[in-house]
């Protein structure tokens, strides 16, 4: 018998997929497939003649696979787009769709190691295929990398100290679990602010062991490659980090710096946007509390 992995309802899930602009007979792709929300939605306003490729990189993703001719599930990450597409015969498609950050199962699955909720083993791998993990991490960085990490990642004003006791620690015994970091990270953890804290240190080693940051730049500039002119790109991001690249990325169609000017002194941008910034209602946000952070940008290829 078939399992299937619970997952929650997606965030923005009309705003995100409306955004695409969606063509009957179009080739799309759902880049963060997870629970398979997103997709369904696009194959609902597709005709026969319409294709749906998606991306999860999570090996528990392949539970949700839908069974449709005019989809296919591609069990890697999304670093790896226009590889994989080319792989499948597609050049160019007229869509592309990503939800950014740690699905809703990801988070509830407790040994998985994402969510501030529960004990488990340091991990936090998107793909358990991954060498790096939140073990190696924090247990065999240095103090420099280490602070660099959550300076870089958590946005942690006290990176400096977080390195020197997480170093000074696992000097006595290994670091295994999120419990054990928890217990040594404390005197940070005043109760007030806790939650947030906590939830920033997560962010910092999760971002480290999958290489979200590089990952999302090298998506961002493959979907500048294979959209087709006037194509979409419609993404939702959960932290300012994400979200000033994707910004930047649709503004400038660079992460750094100005775009060039041309004869005119006019800037040449790949991008324009579409419409304002997206973002959750208080409905939404009550139904599905990890809506509250989300952003949905949409931008069009000129």
Do not use: C, W
């Amino acid at each position: 018998m078939k399992m299937t992995m619970e997952y929650h309802n997606p965030v923005l899930l009309k705003e995100s997929v409306d955004g695409l602009a969606i063509k009957a007979d179009g080739i799309y792709v759902d880049v963060t497939f997870g629970g398979g929300g997103h997709s369904r939605e696009i194959l609902s306003r597709l005709g026969p003649e319409g294709r749906l490729f998606a991306f999860d990189q999570d090996e528990d993703a392949l539970a949700n696979a839908l069974q449709d001719d005019r989809f296919v599930l591609i069990n890697e990450n999304f670093r790896h787009l226009k590889r994989f597409l080319r792989f499948n015969g597609v050049k160019s498609v007229d869509g592309i769709l990503g939800d950014l950050g740690v699905s809703s199962h990801q988070f509830d699955v407790p040994e998985r190691g994402f969510s501030t909720r529960f004990d488990a083993d340091l991990d936090m791998r998107m793909s358990q295929k991954n060498d790096l993990n939140a073990y190696k991490v924090v247990n065999e960085y240095d103090d420099a990398n280490l602070k660099r990490v959550f300076l870089d990642y958590g946005e942690l004003k006290s990176a400096p100290a977080l390195a020197r006791t997480i170093v000074e620690a696992r000097e006595v015994h290994p670091i295994k679990t999120t419990d054990e970091l928890k217990d040594i990270l404390a005197k940070f953890l005043p109760e007030k602010v806790r939650n947030k804290i906590l939830a920033q240190i997560y962010q910092a080693i999760r971002i480290e062991v999958n290489h979200e940051m590089d990952v999302l730049k090298e998506f961002l500039e493959q979907s500048l490659e294979v959209l087709k002119p006037e194509g979409r790109l419609s993404v939702i991001s959960y932290h300012s980090l994400e979200d000033r690249l994707v910004k930047r990325f649709m503004k400038n169609g660079m992460f750094e710096g100005e775009p060039e000017r041309d004869f005119f002194g006019n800037f040449s941008v790949p991008f324009k946007t579409v419409g304002k910034l997206v973002i959750p209602n208080a409905v939404e946000i009550k139904e599905n509390n990890r809506a509250r952070s989300a952003k949905l940008r949409i931008a069009q290829k000129i």
